[in-house]
């Protein structure tokens, strides 16, 4: 009876151990890829200059959407300002928080766990994205609603459908909120 006991637990367990992993795999690796756009990170040249046409300065509020590994947020903490970043895939959250912890730049740049679908940005005086072009539609509507006269939107490689780039160096586009 024990043994029979034993092997349905083992038979059980085998069972569930790769059932939990495919589960796991699928909730925190392809559902953010599926609901959002896959984790491509920026070169650090293209970092550079979405921050510098973004022209950001001292006490404005900053916002990287889909902020993936934090590079936009740590780029722009080491500068003196306040960054915030949304991202919907827990593990890349996660591997921010690290590398911000790393940077030393805990009292500038954070890392929210959140979809940036269900954020206000009327505070925020700069948007960044690298987006992909299946929500810039979307995006878009959502942007021109939201902030306020004069802030700027820097996003890489993807345009809006309507919305025309006050600035354009390379694949790297500025907009401005009229």
């Known amino acids: 009876m024990e043994v029979l006991f034993i092997a ?4 059980f367990l085998a069972f569930i151990v790769p059932l939990t992993a495919f589960v796991f795999l699928l909730w925190f690796l392809l559902l953010p890829i599926i609901k959002g756009a ?3 990170p920026s070169e650090a040249k293209t970092v550079e ?3 510098e046409l973004a022209k950001i300065k001292p ?3 900053v ?3 889909g902020s993936g590994d934090g590079r936009f947020l740590i780029a722009v903490a080491q500068k003196g300002i306040e960054a915030h970043g949304y991202e919907i895939n827990p593990l890349l959250v996660w591997w921010t928080r690290r590398r911000i912890r790393k940077a030393g730049m805990q009292k500038r740049a954070f890392a929210h766990w959140k979809s940036f679908w269900r954020v206000d940005y009327s505070s925020f005086d700069v948007v960044l994205i690298f987006g992909i ?3 810039m539609r ?3 509507k959502k942007l021109r609603e939201e902030l306020k006269p004069g802030a700027r939107v820097v996003s890489n490689a993807f345009t809006f459908p309507t919305w025309v780039p006050e600035k354009k160096e390379g694949g790297v ?3 401005r909120q009229t």
């Not at 349905?8 to 038979?11: D, E, I, N, T």
């Open 8 to 11: 349905a637990l083992l038979g």
């Open 38 to 40: 896959p984790f491509v």
């Open 49 to 51: 200059k979405m921050i």
């Open 59 to 61: 006490g404005e509020h």
């Open 63 to 65: 916002v990287d959407l």
């Open 133 to 135: 072009f299946y929500i």
């Open 138 to 140: 979307r995006l878009e």
């Open 173 to 175: 586009y500025l907009y």
